[in-house]
C-alpha cells in the first residue's frame, strides 16, 4: 500500500477493492454470468467462484486474527496452493460450477463482508503492527491480507476479463 497504513486506510481499501468488484459484476451483467471465455471455457460466474475461494484462503490470516484459529482452506486437507493450483482450480471448479448466479454471488459478498468486518473489528496495531503476530513472519496483517485478496484478480486474471468484456460491448455506429 502506498502512504501510512492506518486501519481507516486498509478500510478504505477494502471498500474500494469491493466496489471494483461490484462494478465488474454489473458490468458483465446477470446475462452474461453463464458465457464462457471469461477464464478460458470457464463462464463469469466460474470466474467469481474461483475468486472467491482463492479470496476466503487469502483472508485466512484475518480470520485467525479474529477467532484464534486458521480456518481450512475451501478445498482438500493435503492440496499445498503453491504446487497443487491446477487441482484446487479443478476441485474449486468441480464444487462450484453447479450453484446458481445468486448462490456464487451471495458466497462472494459474504466474503467481501467479513473481510471488512474483521478490519474492521481488529484494533489498529493488530492491522498495522509488522511484529503483533508473529505467526505473519514480519509482515503487518492488514496490508498484507489485503494485498493477496487483490492481487490474485488483478495480477492474473484482469487484463483477461476486461478483453473478454470488450470483445462483447455493442459495436458503436462510426462517426
Do not use: C
Amino acid at each position: 500500500m502506498d502512504g501510512p497504513v492506518t486501519k481507516a486506510a486498509l478500510l478504505d481499501r477494502v471498500r474500494r477493492e469491493r466496489a471494483g468488484w461490484e462494478h465488474l459484476v454489473a458490468e458483465a451483467g446477470e446475462a452474461r454470468m453463464h458465457e464462457p471465455g471469461a477464464l478460458g471455457a470457464w463462464t463469469f460466474k466460474d470466474l467469481l467462484s474461483h475468486l472467491t475461494a482463492w479470496q476466503q484462503f487469502e483472508q485466512a490470516p484475518l480470520e485467525q486474527a479474529l477467532r484464534g484459529a486458521r480456518p481450512a482452506p475451501p478445498w482438500p486437507a493435503g492440496l499445498d496452493p503453491h504446487r497443487d493450483q491446477d487441482r484446487i482450480n479443478g476441485h474449486i471448479y468441480d464444487r462450484t460450477h453447479g450453484d446458481s448466479v445468486a448462490e456464487v454471488l451471495r458466497e462472494a459478498r459474504g466474503a467481501w463482508n467479513r473481510l471488512e468486518e474483521g478490519v474492521a473489528a481488529l484494533p489498529e496495531e493488530a492491522l498495522t503492527d509488522p511484529g503483533h503476530y508473529p505467526w505473519m513472519e514480519g509482515k503487518a496483517l492488514g496490508p498484507s491480507v489485503l494485498e493477496h485478496v487483490s492481487l490474485h484478480y488483478h495480477q492474473d486474471h484482469e487484463a483477461d476479463v476486461r478483453a473478454w468484456l470488450a470483445e462483447r460491448q455493442p459495436s458503436r455506429p462510426s462517426d
